[in-house]
């Protein structure tokens, strides 16, 4: 099994600035890498797979890096609707399976 | 637009059953694998089932294997979750979500639900 390992565990940030969130995997897991942002009370919302792809609807002030077994998420210039909890999770693995990693709270400085 | 819908949730006593379905629409149904993850209070996401589009294949995580069935009846599009011997360590909010890939479970999971909540407890 995969495991995920997040840093930080949480993040304070004023709003404006930008974060760089952490995210790493106790193997390779190529380029197979998904970032989830989930807010109080509401599902989470694929934001980032491919490492780096942002899905529909998300805005260019989230981009993704990394391969292998390092990734980051970075939110550029934040909002106040994106201070939220984000998983990082690994997808396309044999056995077939999903593991997410423990979460970053980013919340407000 | 793609909807997800959960149900079933409720408090339910140590060893107990319960049935979660989730009706879906706006997509073709049957084309795509489905998984379950759920969140107890308070905690982080935990995956704990998926299934293919046709229904053929079923996984589980560790911690439900033997207990949790996953199944699907794409003439109705809805995906379901039979649980067993429920435990105080079930209590969660569940969620089904909708895998990105067609056919096989990838585990990309694109479109959530809003979650049924399961309550273990005597």
Known sequence: ?????????????????????????SQSVSSSLAWYQ???GQAPRLLIYGASTRATGIPARFSGSGSGTEFTLTISSLHSEDFAVYYCQPYNNWPPGVTFGQGTKVQIK | EVQLLESGGDLVQPGGSLRLSCAVSGLTFSSHAMAWVRQAPGKGLEWVSAITGSGGSTYYADS???????SRDNSKNTLYLQMNGLR?????LYYCAKDERLNAFYGLLDYWGQGTLVTVSS
């Open chain 1, 1 to 25: 099994e995969i495991v995920m390992t997040q840093s930080p565990a949480t993040l304070s940030v004023s709003p404006g600035e930008s974060a760089t969130l952490s995210c790493r995997a």
């Open chain 2, 64 to 70: 439900v294997k033997g207990r949790f069935t996953i």
């Open chain 1, 38 to 40: 989930q807010k109080p």
């Open chain 2, 88 to 92: 105080v360590e079930d209590t969660a």
